[in-house]
């Protein structure tokens, strides 16, 4: 058995083709395990430099490049991809010293194919889906796993459902998942309980449950670090920093970079940074009392993609911090839309939650958490088209409580040369 599911408290294993979500002897989280005792470093290098730029799947996926590290026995013909990954990884040198850090690179996973890294995730669920032979698929959201869900779902050929609260999801993703054909069910709640309440549709067997719960999914969402460190010529740098949210992501890069370091693939691991939203960081308060059990409240934030009070991923989330030494940091609506805007204005654009990850660093740095020597990759989880309304308002001044330092107003003018010239002070 290359490859199997265990349990993150108990060790009980069980076959990867089964349908497990959680642990049937002990109800807790479950990992996706592989025997890589076969496999080198050099020669694992090799292959994935050979198969960039391939035209055919599974290699021309960003995900499935990496197959002998994400479902090594699985057929090719099995998988069920768009293909996703393979985003750009930005350098910028008038970023970095904003942030006044040695170097900086923003990786992009809203390049994705439904604008979020939610994709890669959703490659390996939908494929072990098929796999376990279910019939319908089924989510918890905030917007952007309910889009990618329902683009996947389609391309798989079965049918979907989306439970999203109404007044927190943003058009542009509700577009999305209207357009993919998916069953979307407006329910007055928040993210949290939409969850349990799929769950229980998933655990009576109606359904295939495509959170983050779904340890297929981590899979996928490890490979954002793979192909990174792949554009990084496998040099590491000291600081990843990554918005938090149900925490899929930090869970997912924690053990990216364990398995890799194991491989002999890094000589060191870099030190993880989750950035959560003031208004929605239960990880946060946690960590500031040495990973106490989640104090859960109401979420509140205007980055609607990690507005989540109970996160799922808890347990896995404190073993990747302290595998890596990482930190938890908290900013405010105000600092993650000054972020989102300055990170437009130097050309990278990004939906209100990426940029909590930038308005981290400048809060950490600040702080002299991080220093002006390191080298830091911030993760963008989604493009800046997720979220346009926060965008206008914020340019347009209508958010209460929020000044913004970076507003770019449109300029009303009469439709002649003159007026236009005047308008623009031009000489």
Partial sequence: MKSWLECISCSARMPLTERHFLCPNCDSLLDVRHDFAHLRADTLRDRFAERLGSADLPYSSGVWRYK???????????????????????????????????????????ENPTGSFKDRGMTGAITHAIAVGARRLACASTGNTA?????????????????VHRAGVSESKQAQM??????VLHIDTD?????????????????????????????????????SLQQLNWAVPDWIIVPGGNLGNVSAFGKALTELHSLSMIRDLPRLAVIQAEGASPFYRSYQNDYAPLDVKPAQTLA????????????????ALRATEGVVECVGDDEILDAR?????????????????????????????????????CVLTGHGLKDT???????????????????NQPVPVEGDVSAILAALQWQ
Wanted: a negative charge; one cysteine or more.
């Fill in 178 to 183: 209207l357009d993919y054909g998916a069953t």
């Fill in 389 to 407: 309304q926060t965008a206008i308002a914020y340019h347009m001044a209508e958010l209460p409580e929020i000044a913004g330092k970076y507003l």
């Fill in 191 to 227: 993210f949290d309980t939409n969850l349990a309440l799929v769950r229980q549709i998933a655990e009576s067997g109606h359904a295939y449950l495509a959170n983050s719960l779904n340890p297929m999914r981590l899979e996928g969402q490890k490979t954002i670090i793979f192909e």
């Fill in 68 to 110: 002998e590290l994400v479902w090594p026995e699985l057929d090719d013909a099995a998988i069920i991809s768009h293909p996703e990954g393979n985003t750009n990884l930005y350098h910028s040198v008038s970023l970095g010293k904003c942030a006044d850090v040695s170097q900086i690179w923003f990786k992009h996973e809203g």
């Fill in 341 to 377: 805007s300055l990170l437009g204005r130097h050309g990278i654009g990004c939906e209100p939650a990426s940029a909590a990850t930038y308005a981290g660093l400048l809060k950490l740095r600040k702080a002299g958490v991080i220093s002006a020597e390191e080298t830091v990759l």
């Fill in 304 to 319: 609607s993609a990690i507005r989540i009070g109970q996160p799922i991923n808890f347990p896995k989330a404190v073993r």
């Fill in 147 to 163: 889009s990618s869900l329902a683009s996947y779902a389609a391309k798989a050929n079965l049918p979907c459902i989306v439970f």
